[in-house]
């Protein structure tokens, strides 16, 4: 299953609302999760289930969405959510595969 | 509190074999599926290999089926990769990942700090 994020980069103020897009090439239903990469660190698990927060993700991230259609917000952007987010899929596998990333860029 | 740490990352020489290791602790590793997870420099994520709770199934990403083998020691707690034919194209940063309880394939909870495999001659 390819998974195609979508845009690339985003550039964006602290305090904005910021929507990510990912789409499936095949329904995955809703396992989906979303991740937050800070340069030079690991990821971060933020979403998965396509819609539950990870233990300690602040309530300004939620995930929509299922079947080949999924949405990353972050309703109030902070100085520390500037990374890259991918988003994966677990429903068909192998391999389970993940999206080339969007980042968020200061504006 | 769960950690995963990877070691054995460095720079080899192509078609020459390098063999990573994670060792994990904070959790019960026997009842964890475990996976690879690679980043080629200033790429995205990329699957490598999983390896079910009892180490009996395994699974790898076609870019390295077959050079590639997954295992895990249950009674020292400790995943390894085998990496052998190492290609220009295998330079990444390995993350040892947590995966689901036992037959489950799932997101990934928990991630090691990752160590960087460079191949050039």
């Known amino acids: 299953i390819v998974m195609t994020q979508s845009p690339a980069t985003l550039s964006v103020s602290p305090g904005e609302r910021v929507t990510l897009s990912c789409r499936a090439s095949q329904s995955v239903s809703s396992t989906l999760a979303w991740y937050q990469q800070i340069p030079g660190q690991a990821p971060r698990l933020l979403i998965y289930g396509a819609s539950t927060r990870a233990t300690g993700v602040p309530a300004r991230f939620s995930g929509s969405g299922s079947g080949t259609e999924f949405t990353l917000t972050i309703s109030s952007l902070q100085s520390e959510d500037f990374a890259v987010y991918y988003c994966?899929?677990?429903?068909?596998?192998?391999?389970?595969?993940f999206g080339q990333g969007t980042r968020l860029e200061s504006k | 509190q769960v950690q995963l740490v990877e070691s054995g990352g460095g720079v080899v020489q192509p078609g020459r074999s390098l063999r990573l290791s994670c060792a994990a602790s904070?959790?019960?590793?026997?009842?964890?599926?475990m996976h690879w997870v690679r980043q080629a420099p200033g790429k995205g994520l990329e699957w490598v290999a999983v390896i079910w709770h009892d180490g009996i199934i395994k699974y790898y990403g076609d870019s390295v089926k077959g050079r590639f083998t997954i295992s895990r020691d249950n009674s020292k707690k400790m995943l390894h990769l085998q990496m052998n034919s190492l290609r220009a194209e295998d330079t990444a940063v390995y993350y040892c990942?947590?995966?689901?309880?036992?037959?489950?394939?799932?997101?990934?909870?928990?991630w090691g700090q990752g160590t960087l495999v460079t191949v050039s001659s």
């Open positions: 994966q899929q677990y429903n068909n596998w192998p391999p389970i595969t």
């Open positions: 904070g959790f019960t590793f026997s009842d964890f599926g």
């Open positions: 990942v947590r995966g689901g309880v036992r037959g489950v394939i799932q997101f990934f909870d928990y």
